[in-house]
C-alpha cells in the first residue's frame, strides 16, 4: 500500500501563490509510476490539474493551469509539489494528490489517493 498525505493548502487572496505538497510513504513507487493533483470544487466532477513519473522526467498540466502551475519532486523527501502562481477564485476546491502505480494515466488506475486539502481564493 502507498500512503499519501498533502499539506500546504489554505486562504489566499486571487493572484496570490500556495505550494501544496505531497508525501508518500510504505510501499515504493516505480519510477514510471504518476503522482498526480486532481482537485474538486463544490458541485463539480472531480479534474486532473497536473502528473509527474515518479522519476521526475516527465510532466504533464491541464490546459487551464498551464504556465501558472508548477508540479515537482524532491527524491530525499519522496515528497511531489504543486506550486501554483496567479490563483483564481474559480480554482477554490479540495486539492487531492494520487498516485498511478503502473503509469497509465487513466484516472481509474489512480488507486491510491491522499485526503485532500483545501485551498480557498477569495476576490
Known amino acids: 500500500q502507498v500512503q499519501l498525505e498533502e499539506s500546504g493548502g489554505g486562504l489566499v487572496q486571487a493572484g496570490g501563490s500556495l505550494r501544496l505538497s505531497c508525501t508518500a510513504s510504505?510501499?515504493?513507487?516505480?519510477?514510471?509510476?504518476?503522482v498526480g493533483w486532481f482537485r474538486q470544487a463544490p458541485g463539480k466532477e472531480r479534474e486532473f490539474v497536473a502528473r509527474i513519473t515518479w522519476s521526475g522526467t516527465t510532466t504533464t498540466y491541464a490546459g487551464s493551469v498551464k504556465g501558472r502551475f508548477t508540479i515537482s519532486r524532491d527524491n530525499a523527501k519522496n515528497t511531489v509539489y504543486l506550486q501554483m502562481n496567479s490563483l483564481k477564485v474559480e480554482e477554490t476546491a479540495i486539492y487531492y494528490c494520487?498516485?498511478?502505480?503502473w503509469g497509465t494515466g487513466s484516472f481509474n488506475d489512480y488507486k491510491y489517493w491522499g485526503q485532500g486539502t483545501q485551498v480557498t481564493v477569495s476576490s
Open positions: 510504505g510501499r515504493t513507487l516505480n519510477n514510471y509510476a504518476f
Open positions: 494520487a498516485a498511478d502505480q
